[in-house]
């Protein structure tokens, strides 16, 4: 039987199971999603109207960081692609795994400057881990599937399928052939670690005096936290996350020591500084958590395990590199343990122990709710509590997002979404969103704030529309928080457009939208507030906190400082700003 | 290993490197793309299809220390659509270049001494036209410089240059 490209383009995605798509229609799409419709009529495919592109694209990050499948959406041509783009680059940078489909003007309109044509392959080069053009309808089936290959193996990451509106017409038709798997000659990530680096990295793990090991979101890309968990166990290390590590390894557990950089712990902190050996596991030493290069983890060798060997020393060079997939690397670990029957001394750092609890001891996340104004680091603890910390969490991007990352306290991976590298506001709801559709009966938070709610807050719609019954958590602080922290640490206090003068009756917007809102101002309704709205599981809550004006997120080390330099309260910065003066 | 910009530049070595690339559409804006969004430089670039009409070969000369180099051939084995990266500064290689020289003569003397000069560089003058020279030279980069050089006494009308190419002496060939 012959089929159209839209059709074919139906069947690629049944082919790689897809069930949900998130999309936005337009003009250069309509076949195939007149092709959709039919497949939702038959029950096969869910589609998930946004209320724009960039709505449609952080919804589909949601629904793939929370599970281990890719998040697949589609777009029209022009403005349809580049309000695609912001997603696109955030999933680039967190390695999310995403099948972006974009309809282009028909061939012959193409370079005519055609109405909506945009060159989106060109402009989305610096931000896929790959695109393709789509030139003749025998190409739609394979670049589909080496597009959701590449978006899945390797380090993930999102791939743009470009197609053009006369290839999905039906003018043409063929045959559909699926090839059984893909073949890229070019394409071959490594996914086995080398056994002789693993056995030095054992060498060097047992001459250890101070080591750490510090995770990263790669552990969670590979499903590689339970043997993360062991292996920080089996050797009684320290262990630290990054931001998008969270949940990589139980924060419950007592060798935890919180998440690292700009404002992690000041004991996980401390611990990089004075380590002499750093077992990094899928992360990628970023900026936000090395501070100043040259001022980094000075006594330390590093053992750097990552799926992607441009990521091992591009920002610290590493001693021993080992290139492959998380999981992998960590169980032929553990089978050379077994093979050459090695006894992690479990007493060996206990030392090192003793310097690491000391600086625990500083307790640097701790603050006082007072009886006036709600602390956000109160209403986040609080939320942690009522949801017994197993809620999913998705974050935007500033303060709240840092407030959520100190005091939620992950214990399983995939239960934190949010945006690390690009720091894309506006992330959170419509992340949320996604993950509500992955995980229909668990509870799903959205912890944001007033600045950022507002940058995709008519996904409000797309939440009446699918019945998600979201708990949105806005830490309503009047100001776009985090860079007003900066301007009074660093800009002697000139607050340069940081207040909203004029924000909405979040209330009120939550009603129009179909939803139920609740201001909350008063720190002893904080509890009450998030018990009613998480134990409705049928309709959405927009609870409004109004928090603290000109709270600051501590611990905080300033961009340049190195890890041993940390303000921990507003004491610590205003004696720094003296000094420099 | 990674200190300031300043220091950067002291190490920055000349470095060439071949990679071979499917033949797509694109192939070579991802390439040079690639090292303008991460800041890298490029000497020189060329680009054609090779006896298998699916792959692309390149050379491409940059300069950058240790570090960056290293960052550069990881990010191109990086490119999806590359297929094999060789740095051949490496290996034993042979580089080449060619040039177009375009002289304008004054006088017989000068005609003279133009060809002259040529004749040294092994170049050869494939157009005279009006007392215009134009010569062909090829060589290592180093020698069509050398020979721009003995010409700055003449009238340069215009000069064109292909960029370098080069390829592994013996058996260590850069093939699928």
């Known amino acids: 039987m012959k089929l159209s490209g839209a059709e074919i383009f139906i069947e690629c995605l049944k082919a790689e199971k897809v069930d949900t798509i998130f999309g936005y229609p337009g003009g250069a799409v309509l076949f195939l999603y007149d092709e959709l419709y039919k497949a939702e009529e038959r029950g096969e495919i869910r589609h998930i109207l946004a209320r724009h592109e960039q709505g449609a694209v952080h919804g589909a990050e949601g629904y793939a960081k929370s599970t281990d499948k890719p998040g697949v959406c589609i777009v029209t041509s022009g403005p349809g692609a580049t309000n695609a783009v912001t997603g696109i680059a955030d999933a680039y940078m967190d390695s999310v795994p995403l099948v972006v489909i974009t309809g282009q003007v028909p061939r012959a309109l193409i370079g005519n400057d055609s109405f909506q044509e945009i060159d989106i392959v060109g402009i989305t080069r610096p931000c896929v881990k790959h695109n393709f053009l789509v030139t003749k309808i025998e190409d739609i089936a394979p670049t589909m599937q080496k597009a959701f290959h590449i978006a899945m193996s390797g380090r993930p990451g999102p791939v743009l399928v470009d197609i053009p509106k006369d290839l999905t017409s039906g003018v043409d038709k063929i045959a559909f052939d699926y090839p059984k798997d893909v073949k890229m000659r070019s394409y071959q990530p490594t996914v086995k670690g080398n056994k002789r680096q693993i056995k030095t990295a054992l060498t060097m793990i047992a001459k250890a005096k101070k080591p750490i090991l510090y995770a990263g979101g790669g552990v969670i890309s590979s499903k590689g936290s339970k043997e993360l968990t062991e292996f920080g166990q089996a050797f009684n290390l320290p262990v630290t996350t990054t931001l998008m590590g969270l949940g990589a390894y139980p924060s419950n557990d007592k060798q935890y020591v919180g998440m690292l950089g700009m404002h992690g712990t000041y004991e996980a902190n401390k611990a990089m500084h004075h380590a002499d050996l750093i077992i990094a596991v899928g992360a990628r030493f970023d900026d936000r958590v090395t501070g100043d290069l040259d001022k980094f983890s000075p006594d330390a060798k590093v053992i750097h395990i990552d799926i992607d060997p441009a990521s091992i020393s591009k920002n610290v060079k590493a001693h021993n590199p080992i290139v492959g997939d998380i999981k992998e690397v960590l169980q032929s670990l553990f089978t050379i343990i077994k093979e050459q029957k090695i006894k992690p001394d479990k007493s060996a750092y206990d030392a090192w122990w003793k310097e690491v609890r000391s600086w625990q001891s500083v307790d640097c996340l701790k603050y006082e709710q007072d009886e006036k104004h709600i602390k956000a680091q109160f209403v986040v603890e609080k939320l942690w509590e009522v949801t017994k910390g197993d809620a999913y969490v998705s974050s935007d991007v500033g303060q709240h997002q840092m407030w959520a990352a100190q005091y939620y306290k992950f214990n399983k991976p995939n239960r934190w979404v949010n945006s690390g590298g690009l720091g894309t506001m506006g992330f959170g709801l419509p992340a949320a969103m996604g993950i509500q559709l992955a995980h229909p009966d668990e509870k799903v938070a959205c912890i944001t704030g007033d600045g950022s709610i507002q940058m995709c807050i008519q996904e409000l719609g797309t939440c009446s529309q699918y019945n998600l019954p979201l708990n949105i958590i806005n830490l309503n602080n009047g100001y776009l928080g985090m860079v007003r922290q900066w301007q009074e640490f660093f800009y002697e206090e000139r607050y340069a457009m940081t207040y909203n003068k004029s924000l909405p009756d979040f209330v009120k917007l939550a009603e129009a939208y179909g939803h139920v809102g609740i201001r909350v101002d008063k720190p002893a309704d904080v509890e009450g507030a998030l018990k009613e709205a998480l134990n409705d599981t049928k309709r959405l809550y927009f609870l409004d906190f109004v928090t603290e004006p000109q709270g600051n997120v501590y611990p905080m080390i300033p961009a340049g400082y190195g890890h041993n330099d940390m303000y921990l309260n507003k004491q610590d910065a205003l004696d720094d700003m003296k000094n420099k003066k | ?176």
């Not at chain 2, 804006?29 to 699916?54: C, H, K, M, P, W």
């Not at chain 2, 692309?56 to 297929?83: C, F, H, P, W, Y």
Request: hydrophobic content about 40%; overall charge neutral; proline content about 1%.
């Open chain 2, 1 to 176: 290993m990674f200190k300031t910009k300043a220091e950067e530049h002291i190490k920055r070595t000349r470095h060439i490197i071949s990679i071979l690339m499917e033949n797509e559409t694109g192939a070579l804006s991802r390439v040079s793309g690639l090292f303008s969004q991460r800041g890298y430089n490029i000497e020189s670039l060329t680009v054609a299809a090779t006896d298998d009409a699916t792959l692309s070969r390149m050379t491409l000369v940059t300069k950058g220390n240790e570090a960056s180099i290293e960052q550069i051939i990881k990010q191109l084995n990086k490119l999806i659509d590359v297929v094999k990266v060789m740095e051949l500064s490496d290996y034993q290689h042979i580089e080449r270049e060619i040039m177009f020289v375009k002289i304008a003569a004054t006088n017989m003397e000068s005609c003279a001494s133009i060809k002259r000069m040529a004749d040294i560089f092994r170049a050869s003058v494939i157009d005279v036209k009006n007392k215009l020279y134009t010569i062909e030279v090829t060589g290592s980069p180093d020698k069509l410089d050398g020979f721009l050089e003995t010409m700055v006494e003449h009238k340069i009308i215009e000069v064109v240059r292909s960029g370098a190419m080069g390829i592994t002496r013996g058996n260590n060939p850069l093939k699928v």
